[in-house]
């Protein structure tokens, strides 16, 4: 038997997308796996609050925007953070962060296409983000488009061997294909490359499931 599945992959893009991204993607599928969500504190209620209430005054600035999607996104509320993204962008057409962060955002939504097409553009502009890269082959990935998504991946840690996205990805594919030692090499350059990091605890919890799965057969 398998001690990963497909839902343990998507668990685990959902985990990537708490380390990499400045929001959280699927927060709520995340909190289950691990444990009920923090209530929201009086202060970050009233950011999202204050902010709203400034983008109701004006629409125009793309800080208020940004940052107010970015807190939807936190509160596990991608279809308001589409809304106010996709104003951001309008703002600033050519903030590639921004492009990518709209594509999470649809992503969170259970829309890939749209995501994956958002993470198209940011890369359009900045074709060396390797967050935007890790993005774009997880949602493929998930997706079923497996050779595009490990391509894409392989490329990506052949430009720049320091990608600790690339590594926390690449291992969560190798252990969906039941490659178990790849699997455990890659997220042990995780560990190497980024030690203490919230990326590298994940990881290490992930090597000791396989670890021990694998001396047991």
Same mark, same amino acid.
């Given at each position: 038997?398998?001690? +990963?599945?497909?839902?343990?992959?998507?668990?685990?893009?959902?985990?990537?997308?708490?380390?990499?991204?400045?929001?959280?993607? =699927?927060?709520?599928?995340?909190?289950?796996?691990?444990?009920?969500?923090?209530?929201?504190?009086?202060?970050?209620?009233?950011? !999202?609050?204050?902010?709203?209430?400034? %983008?109701?005054?004006?629409? #125009?600035?793309?800080?208020?925007? +940004?940052?107010?999607?970015?807190? $939807?996104? /936190?509160?596990?509320?991608?279809?308001?953070?589409?809304?106010?993204?996709?104003?951001?962008? *309008? !703002?600033?057409?050519?903030?590639?962060?921004?492009?990518?962060?709209?594509?999470?955002?649809?992503?969170?939504?259970? &829309? #890939?296409?749209?995501?994956?097409?958002? $993470?198209?553009? #940011?890369?359009?502009?900045? @074709?060396?983000?390797? !967050?935007?890269?890790?993005?774009?082959?997880?949602?493929?990935? %998930?997706?079923?488009?497996?050779?595009?998504?490990? #391509?894409?991946?392989?490329?990506?840690?052949?430009?720049? @061997?320091?990608?600790?996205?690339? +590594?926390?990805?690449?291992?969560?594919?190798?252990?969906?294909?039941?490659? +178990? *030692?790849?699997?455990? *090499?890659?997220?042990?350059?995780? %560990? /190497?490359?980024?030690? =203490?990091?919230?990326?590298? %605890?994940?990881? &290490?919890?992930?090597?000791?499931?396989? /670890?021990?799965?694998?001396?047991?057969?």
């Amino acid at each position: 038997m398998k001690p +990963y599945r497909r839902a343990s992959l998507v668990a685990g893009i959902a985990v990537f997308a708490a380390f990499f991204s400045p929001f959280t993607i =699927g927060a709520a599928a995340a909190a289950e796996s691990k444990k009920a969500a923090a209530p929201k504190t009086p202060a970050v209620v009233d950011s !999202v609050a204050m902010l709203e209430r400034a %983008v109701a005054r004006d629409s #125009s600035k793309f800080d208020n925007l +940004y940052r107010l999607g970015l807190l $939807y996104m /936190e509160h596990d509320k991608p279809a308001e953070a589409i809304q106010v993204l996709s104003r951001a962008v *309008r !703002v600033k057409p050519k903030d590639a962060r921004a492009l990518a962060d709209l594509g999470s955002a649809f992503d969170a939504a259970g &829309k #890939s296409d749209e995501a994956q097409a958002w $993470y198209r553009k #940011s890369l359009e502009l900045a @074709p060396d983000d390797s !967050v935007a890269i890790c993005r774009l082959a997880s949602s493929l990935y %998930v997706q079923s488009k497996y050779s595009e998504a490990v #391509s894409m991946l392989r490329t990506l840690l052949a430009n720049k @061997p320091g990608s600790v996205c690339g +590594y926390f990805i690449m291992g969560e594919a190798f252990a969906d294909a039941g490659i +178990y *030692r790849e699997a455990i *090499r890659m997220w042990k350059k995780v %560990v /190497e490359i980024s030690p =203490g990091s919230q990326e590298a %605890v994940s990881a &290490k919890e992930s090597i000791d499931v396989l /670890e021990k799965f694998i001396k047991g057969q």
